[in-house]
């Protein structure tokens, strides 16, 4: 009976590493493939940070990220959306959403789709700037999922 348990944790815990292995296998979203096809866009800029946003669709949501920068730096943003399995539109602005005055600073609007790998260069003295992407309703219920993987650097 002790053997026949064990063999049944053995082929449990054979299965759970299986079921893992091919969930990872399946991920949309490779983190050394986006970073590898975005680090060339850094340049001269010296690597400073990097964030994945992993995106679910559901329901139409604006997801932002506050990226803080050094007021005597100069900085580029690369953003990377090949994790993504459609366009969503991508705004940085100066200020939160909250925030009266609030004035868009740079938009992938006039991208086109094949456009997947995006730079915004923020002005000398800027503090901080805010990356909203608009998520829209997954209409047919598929569980879509994507990612956007942005890199910072400064020189």
Do not use: H
């Not at 949501?61 to 920068?69: A, C, D, M």
């Not at 086109?112 to 901080?128: F, G, L």
């Amino acid at each position: 009976n002790m053997k026949k348990n064990l063999i049944l944790n053995i082929i449990a815990v054979l299965a759970l590493f299986t079921f893992s292995f091919v969930q990872k296998k399946i991920e949309p979203c490779n983190i050394v493939e986006l970073r590898k096809a975005s680090k060339p866009l850094l340049t001269p800029y010296n690597y400073d940070s990097q964030l994945l946003k992993r995106i679910t669709f559901k329901n139409p949501i604006t997801l932002e990220t506050e990226i803080p920068l050094s007021f005597f730096g100069e900085y580029r943003l690369v953003l990377n959306t090949d994790g993504m399995p459609v366009k969503v539109p991508i705004n940085i602005y100066n200020k939160e959403k909250q925030a009266k005055k609030r004035e868009l600073l740079w938009s992938n609007e006039s991208y086109s789709e094949t456009d997947k790998i995006m730079v915004y260069t923020p002005q000398a003295r800027t503090r901080r700037v805010f990356v909203d992407i608009e998520v829209p309703a997954d209409s047919l219920n598929q569980k879509t999922k994507g990612c956007i993987y942005m890199t910072l650097g400064y020189k």
